[in-house]
């Protein structure tokens, strides 16, 4: 069965400024170096692996990830495409304010709302329906053929993006959705079953 393997991107410097990050494009810092870093360590780690082809973000912390976990796999030659449809959700006006000082300012149920919630939007921002909508499709139409053709996937992108995702592939409801968070750095692995379509969660 083919492997498809999800990364949220190493630790951004607004992450760790507590920052909203969004869609703006932020580099990682030394610690999130080094956890792209540890991702391909474990990675190698697990199992042997030859991906056919990788998949980014737009945004240079998800490439510099892939960049970094290609090199620690001894895979650097492998054809990658990069697409906006993975881009992290666009935050609206909350991007580049601290988070401790928009719960002063909005109060911290508001805020969980908009961070957690499915179909809350942020001011001029997206909601996570909106992201899930680009997303899915994206997938469905570009990198689920190559798993159908018994293809081995890896995928780096951002927190809401890839939680996005696994709504479909793990069949988590709208509800259940707020309870998941994607650490930075930490490979998500998978077996695609070329029989039924479905999506076997490794153990870590």
């Given at each position: 069965?083919?492997l498809f393997v999800i990364v949220r991107?190493?630790?951004?410097?607004?992450?760790?400024?507590?920052?909203?990050?969004?869609?703006?494009?932020?580099?990682?810092?030394?610690?999130?170096?080094?956890?792209?870093?540890?991702?391909?360590?474990?990675?190698?780690?697990?199992?042997?692996?030859?991906?056919?082809?990788?998949?980014?973000?737009?945004?240079?912390?998800?490439?510099?990830?892939?960049?970094?976990?290609?090199?620690?796999?001894?895979?650097?030659?492998?054809?990658?495409?990069?697409?906006?449809?993975?881009?992290?959700?666009?935050?609206?006006?909350?991007q580049g304010m601290n988070k401790a000082?928009?719960?002063?300012?909005?109060?911290a149920e508001q805020i969980f709302c908009?961070?957690?919630?499915?179909?809350?939007?942020?001011?001029?921002?997206?909601?996570?329906?909106?992201?899930?909508?680009?997303?899915?499709?994206?997938?469905?139409?570009?990198?689920?053929?190559?798993?159908?053709?018994?293809?081995?996937?890896?995928?780096?992108?951002?927190?809401?993006?890839?939680?996005?995702?696994?709504?479909?592939?793990?069949?988590?409801?709208?509800?259940?959705?707020?309870?998941?968070?994607?650490?930075?750095?930490?490979?998500?692995?998978?077996?695609?079953?070329?029989?039924?379509?479905?999506?076997?969660?490794?153990?870590?």
């Amino acid at each position: 069965m083919p492997l498809f393997v999800i990364v949220r991107h190493g630790q951004s410097q607004w992450n760790a400024e507590n920052r909203f990050t969004g869609n703006t494009d932020t580099p990682l810092t030394d610690l999130g170096r080094q956890e792209a870093r540890a991702a391909g360590v474990l990675l190698n780690a697990h199992q042997p692996l030859n991906f056919s082809i990788g998949f980014t973000s737009v945004l240079q912390r998800a490439i510099e990830t892939m960049t970094l976990i290609l090199e620690e796999i001894d895979q650097t030659d492998l054809p990658i495409e990069r697409s906006a449809a993975l881009n992290e959700r666009m935050y609206g006006d909350l991007q580049g304010m601290n988070k401790a000082e928009a719960e002063v300012r909005f109060g911290a149920e508001q805020i969980f709302c908009w961070r957690r919630s499915y179909t809350e939007r942020p001011p001029h921002g997206e909601t996570l329906e909106e992201t899930r909508t680009r997303v899915v499709a994206y997938f469905q139409s570009t990198i689920l053929p190559h798993l159908q053709a018994d293809e081995s996937v890896l995928v780096v992108a951002h927190g809401n993006s890839l939680r996005a995702l696994l709504m479909d592939i793990e069949h988590i409801s709208p509800e259940d959705i707020e309870k998941v968070e994607l650490a930075t750095g930490t490979p998500r692995q998978y077996h695609y079953d070329l029989e039924t379509g479905e999506f076997q969660l490794l153990p870590k």
